[in-house]
């Protein structure tokens, strides 16, 4: 009698995981049978100088003023060295930036979440700002607090795309059948793209707020299976060279890697010019960044860029 009680709860306990196992896949499940599975990412590149320079400069000075972006930066009250760090830095340069927080924090305004779970707090995130701002916006970029952004490069990069067009954007990873942008290298949406994903947001079996009932995937991996229900897919960001213009590392370490991969090619080897991020920055190192790209300037030498973005009205920015 007692073996066949432990049968039985043995496979109830094995059925239930079965159950739990089947359930998760069906979350992550990667659209097999339609045109979703046969898609791979395209490989988006800057615009060209030579082009920018055909705009009369009248049209850029109006195209500098008019090209704005939301920056969404995704905080914990643990990360509040590096949350005050990003706030002092890089996001004076967005249009407007706002940060949102597991919790309230004093030290610091942010709109709070209420929830620890990263995916739920990208998703409230992505609300918030479509419902405030998809009048006033066009562009929405999401940050983590390591990562440090050049917006102007950003800018620049999205300046003759269409944000009435499905762009989801950045540093691409494959999962299995899987691609998605990396949260590691921030995340760019356009206004369409923000539509597509907040008209899924409400329906659980194309965008659940959780990833399975065994393990949880990342919020960047849930985030690309949202878009894939609503046909967004993920795209690699590249300058005119094929490098990577989103990265998921910081400076020093591409350095590091040039260093021993290609010696004769440090820089070469390195990074792009026109670079939009680089991540796994401390506090001191993002101020570094700060000044390296804003204010350190060699006397007498002059750049003749085609495009200048200005910065936000009221900005204390460098």
């Known amino acids: 009698m007692l073996s066949e009680s432990s049968s039985f709860l043995k496979g109830v306990m094995l059925g239930s995981i079965f159950c739990a196992l089947i359930t998760t896949l069906g979350h992550i499940r990667i659209f097999h049978g339609n045109r979703m599975h046969h898609h791979e990412h395209h490989h988006l590149q800057a615009p060209n100088k030579e082009d920018i320079l055909k705009i009369s400069e009248d049209e850029r000075m109006e195209l500098s003023k008019s090209f704005q972006v939301y920056c969404i930066i995704l905080v914990k009250p643990k990360d509040v060295s590096l949350w005050a760090a990003v706030k002092e830095t890089w996001t004076k340069h967005c249009d407007q930036a706002e940060f949102f927080s597991s919790e309230n924090v004093k030290v610091f305004e942010s709109i709070n979440m209420e929830t620890n779970d990263m995916w739920l707090m990208m998703r409230k995130a992505y609300k918030y ?186 900005s204390d920015n460098d």
């Open 129 to 314: 700002a479509f419902d405030k701002y998809r009048d006033q916006y066009n562009w929405f970029f999401l940050a983590r607090p390591t990562t440090f952004a050049i917006i102007e490069n950003l800018k620049y990069f999205l300046l003759k795309k269409d944000p009435s067009q499905p762009f989801y954007l950045g540093h691409t990873v494959k999962s299995g059948d899987l691609e998605y942008v990396s949260v590691e290298g921030g995340i760019v949406l356009s206004i369409e793209s923000m539509k597509r994903l907040n008209s899924l947001l409400d329906i659980p079996e194309k965008c659940p707020e959780q990833g399975g009932m065994i393990w949880k995937i990342s919020e960047d991996k849930q985030l690309a299976v949202c878009l894939k229900y609503a046909g967004v897919f993920a795209e690699n960001a590249e300058d005119a060279e094929g490098k990577d213009v989103f990265n998921t590392k910081s400076v020093g370490l591409f350095i590091k890697e040039a260093m021993t991969n290609h010696p004769n090619q440090v820089v070469e080897g390195c990074c792009s010019d026109m670079a939009v991020t680089f991540n796994g920055l401390t506090p001191n190192q993002m101020h570094v960044m700060m000044y390296g790209v804003y204010r350190l300037r060699a006397f007498g030498h002059i750049f003749s860029d085609a495009l200048i973005f200005l910065p936000p009205n009221g």
